[in-house]
């Protein structure tokens, strides 16, 4: 592979945002009047936002009763926590200017609708060179689209591409879009499939563990970059 362009999951992948929507999950158990749930049962599921955070924290799915009211709250107390419980994984800025030493593009590709996403992805500093959100195109990953959408933006074709993401959904787009698939296992990784059963072409352990990933499908060499 020459020339990639590398694709990004957002939460779970390149931000821990875990903490503010597990924040925002537990209000909503506090509205109704039940005991905050600890952190650590619903981290698994931040990358499924909404829908994988009210179903553990209150047991709502979609089609459930109340499930969309519950939606549209969680949302908003999730806007005004964000911010201030945000922040990128430990050797993500490293990673990040390792593929731009090497000349690479990289962008993000998110289920989080852009209301959220846009300016949590400013607020962080991330220069993307493209930023595809779940309301972008009229479909949501584990669908191709938004992957398709992102690399026909800066005219890359998608076998040209990786996309690195901490969830079986991730994988599942980027195969289905023709892409070559990182398996984040540094991120949230669900609560269901072990991620060594994704059928990911590659697993990373670790941001860092990404880039030696690219820089073996490119055979980049770059002074100053991750060994």
């Known amino acids: 592979m020459t020339t990639p362009l590398v694709l990004f999951d957002f939460d779970g992948t390149l931000a821990d945002t875990a903490p503010g929507l597990a924040a925002a999950a537990n209000r909503q158990r506090a509205y ?12 698994p599921v931040a990358s ?66 852009t209301a959220l996403a846009e300016p949590l992805v400013a607020h962080l500093q991330l220069s993307a060179a493209v930023v595809v959100c779940g309301d972008t195109t009229p479909h949501a990953k584990p669908h191709p689209a938004p992957l398709l959408h992102a690399a026909a933006a800066l005219h890359h ?4 591409c990786l996309y690195v993401g901490d969830d079986l959904r991730d ?41 030696k990933v690219v820089r073996a499908l490119t055979h980049y060499t770059v002074s100053g970059s991750v060994p």
């Open 157 to 160: 074709p998608p076998e040209h």
């Open 48 to 113: 499924q936002g909404a829908r994988g955070l009210l179903r553990v924290a209150l047991g709502l799915s979609p089609g459930d009763a109340g499930y969309d009211e519950a939606r549209i709250r969680f949302l908003a107390d999730y806007a005004e926590l964000m911010y201030d419980h945000s922040a990128l994984f430990a050797d993500v800025p490293q990673l990040l200017a390792s593929l731009a030493q090497a000349g690479l593009r990289w962008g993000i590709v998110t289920n989080k609708h």
């Open 32 to 43: 109704r009047g039940l005991e905050p749930l600890p952190y650590d049962q619903l981290r």
């Open 171 to 211: 994988v599942q787009a980027g195969h289905a879009a023709g892409m070559t698939t990182i398996a984040a296992a540094w991120g949230y990784c669900g609560d269901d499939a072990p991620v060594e059963s994704w059928q990911a072409d590659h697993i990373a352990a670790l941001p860092l563990d990404t880039w």
